[in-house]
């Protein structure tokens, strides 16, 4: 059974459209996060839920917006998609503050 | 703002050597884990190592941390081709009320049999 899993694995759109992204954890766990990768590999988180509440919200765009609607699943939507939001975009989950659980990703490529 | 650095950026090793990565950080930890991340893949937990430890084993894996220097290193022994992946330290920093770990840009190690 998958842990962490996201869909979809990969997404392409144009400039100005809006798009979702979901992720589902199957562990249990009360918080879930969002990160960005770069093109260079940096990856920067950008939400992080915990029982459904936002706990961490980092210096991102208002066009990114978060939703949980139970603590299994953190969904990611963006609104009028640029071209620098082009990335690879994880989610993970965690349980108190140990390691960190990923899913596999979401190639995300605005042309 | 980027906490942890690893260093190298990349290492090419042969199979059955030792790999050394190091990572320094700047603030006051709770712990502090490595990654591996596969090629197209998401990243994986290795380690984690409290502030109140200095050294740790896994398997062929051995973190050292060195809370005076910031700075911890990743052994990855006897090395095999399957190692090859990007190798990332995170830091958990003191006074997050939740689990708010910060990335380094990696080690990109290359395994060749």
């Known amino acids: 059974d998958t842990a962490v899993s996201q869909t979809p694995k990969y997404l392409v759109t144009q400039m100005g459209n809006d798009k979702s992204i979901k992720c589902e954890q199957n562990?249990?766990?009360?918080?879930m996060y969002w990160y960005k990768q770069d093109s260079k590999k940096f990856l920067k988180i950008m939400f992080s839920?915990?029982?459904?509440?936002?706990?961490i919200n980092e210096t991102v765009p208002n066009r990114f917006s978060p939703k949980s609607p139970d603590k299994a699943h953190l969904n990611l939507h963006i609104n009028s998609l640029e071209l620098g939001d082009s990335a690879v975009y994880f989610c993970?989950?965690?349980?108190?503050?140990?390691?960190?659980?990923f899913g596999p990703g979401t190639r995300l490529t605005v042309t | 703002s980027q906490q942890g650095e690893e260093d190298p950026q990349a290492l090419s090793i042969q199979e059955g050597e030792n790999a050394t990565m190091n990572c320094s950080y700047k603030?006051?930890?709770?712990?502090l884990q490595w990654y591996r991340q596969n090629s197209g893949r998401g990243l994986v937990h290795l380690i984690l190592?409290?502030?109140?430890?200095r050294e740790k084993h896994s398997g062929r894996l051995r973190v050292t941390l060195d809370t005076s220097k910031k700075s911890s290193s990743l052994l990855i022994t006897a090395s095999r081709a399957a190692d090859t992946a990007s190798y990332f330290c995170?830091?958990?920093?003191?006074?997050?009320?939740?689990?708010?770990?910060?990335f380094g840009k990696g080690t990109m190690l290359l395994v060749s049999p």
């Open positions: 993970a989950s965690s349980q108190d503050t140990y390691e960190q659980y």
């Open positions: 839920y915990n029982n459904k509440e936002l706990i």
């Open positions: 603030t006051s930890i709770n712990n």
């Open positions: 562990l249990g766990h009360d918080t």
């Open positions: 190592i409290r502030s109140n430890e």
């Open positions: 995170a830091t958990d920093a003191i006074g997050s009320g939740y689990s708010t770990l910060t």
